[in-house]
């Protein structure tokens, strides 16, 4: 959705897209069910975001939209087994900082939860996660996610162009509104 909403939106001159900081991390020698992977990954997640709306406060670009956001780690680190509590003892902010962090948050469900049949799993789609894992993880995030003042959830569909063209609409009405010309 991201590239999409890159390369069809006029929106583009004032906007900017940051991949999730789990690109980066891949080649990190830790291991990601780790304390020290999860502390890295929110660090480098923030760092990145803040780095880049830095550099980018004078250049009239006012919206930083993100694949991840900072407390998506939490439920990963949730569905390891690990008590939500814990993330944020071990990582710092809290739920409420990592709110603050996000003007809005858009939760665009997996079709392994409402349309299982049309979830794709790697090698035909890029999330290793089966089906179950895929629904779990869908639901800590909701949960996470759930209280923020502007979170919108698209619901999983079998129409994956259908689902991107809603996404990019959602951006970018939320754009006008949190950021008024």
């Given at each position: ?165 809603r996404g990019v609409e959602v951006v ?10």
């Amino acid at each position: 959705m991201l590239r999409r909403l890159q390369a069809e939106t006029a929106d583009r001159a004032t906007m900017v897209v940051l991949e999730e900081a789990i690109r980066a991390m891949r080649f990190v020698r830790l291991d990601p069910r780790g304390r020290e992977f999860q502390r890295a990954h929110v660090a480098t997640q923030a760092a990145t975001e803040d780095s880049l709306a830095q550099a980018l406060a004078y250049t009239g670009k006012k919206l930083l939209v993100t694949h991840r956001g900072t407390l998506d780690p939490c439920a990963f680190w949730h569905s390891f087994g690990n008590l939500r509590e814990s993330f944020f003892e071990m990582t710092g902010p809290t739920l409420e900082d990592q709110y603050r962090r996000h003007a809005f948050v858009l939760h665009m469900e997996s079709a392994a939860v409402r349309v299982p049949e049309a979830y794709a799993r790697w090698p035909h789609g890029h999330r290793p996660e089966d089906v179950a894992q895929a629904a779990r993880l869908d639901t800590l995030l909701d949960e996470l996610w759930c209280q923020h003042p502007h979170y919108v959830k698209l619901d999983g569909t079998p129409d994956f162009e259908d689902k991107l063209r809603r996404g990019v609409e959602v951006v970018l009405a939320q754009a006008r509104q949190l950021s008024p010309a």
